[in-house]
């Protein structure tokens, strides 16, 4: 079975560049999660999609920040501008199961450097 | 709101040497509890789980039990190996909204 894929593996932009992350889940799980991960810390959750539909986007800074997931499959993370804080690595996780059983499967995430 | 602490690292030990790694987590209602693995330039796996209080999760050799009581869930390990090396968080997952928390992280050396 295909794991979670997610693209690019790193990224370099300056200050007020925009930047795009792409992430495929593993076929047939319905949640799709965003989370950000800051050197040194645990991963934050971003956003969370059942389906196409968004169930939880409550810590996404969607003043630069958006978030779709088209036909309830991949999903794309936008930054537009992006500021220095947001160098972290961006991991996309799914799940086949909701309702807080857990078992989120992770990709290998983003790193994106913003200089 | 819910949180999970966990000692701050790095850990480091001599392989075969016995690993503990604490985890404590406040938290409303009855959490499900994990560890979970990053090893260098891959992503977070699921180490292990347990859904109730005195459950025992284990997973490659590692153990840990949810003690209500004392609200831990430490991770433990008799002997570890070179390949262990690596970030290991702690979780919770509250069933009422379907998010999980993260604790810091703690990294782990083995020295061959």
């Known amino acids: 079975e295909a794991g979670v894929a997610q693209s690019p593996r790193y990224k370099i932009i300056e200050k007020r560049q925009s930047v795009a992350f792409w992430c495929n889940p593993i076929s047939g799980h319905a949640t799709l999660y965003w989370y950000q991960q800051i050197l040194g810390q645990g991963p934050k959750l971003l956003i969370q999609f059942q389906n196409n539909g968004v169930v939880d986007d409550s810590q996404l800074p969607k003043d630069r920040f958006s978030a779709e997931r088209l036909k309830g499959v991949d999903s794309t993370l936008k930054i537009q501008p992006a500021k220095l804080e947001d160098s972290a690595v961006y991991l996309c996780?799914?799940?086949?199961?909701?309702?807080?059983?857990?078992?989120?499967?992770f990709g290998p995430g983003t790193r994106l450097t913003v200089t | 709101g819910n949180s999970v602490t966990q000692m701050e690292g790095p850990v480091t030990l001599s392989e075969e040497a016995f690993l503990t790694i604490n985890c404590t987590y406040t938290a409303t209602g009855y959490p499900s509890l994990f560890w979970y693995v990053q090893y260098p330039g891959e992503g977070l796996q699921l180490l292990l789980k347990?859904?109730?209080?005195?459950d025992k999760g284990s997973n490659k050799g590692f153990e840990a039990t949810y003690r209500k009581e004392t609200t831990s869930f430490h991770l433990e390990k008799g002997s570890v190996q070179v390949s262990d090396s690596a970030v290991y968080f702690c979780a919770l997952s509250d069933r009422r909204d379907d998010k999980i928390i993260f604790g810091k992280g703690t990294r782990l050396h083995i020295l061959p």
């Open positions: 347990a859904t109730k209080a005195d």
């Open positions: 996780a799914s799940s086949l199961l909701g309702g807080g059983k857990g078992e989120q499967y």
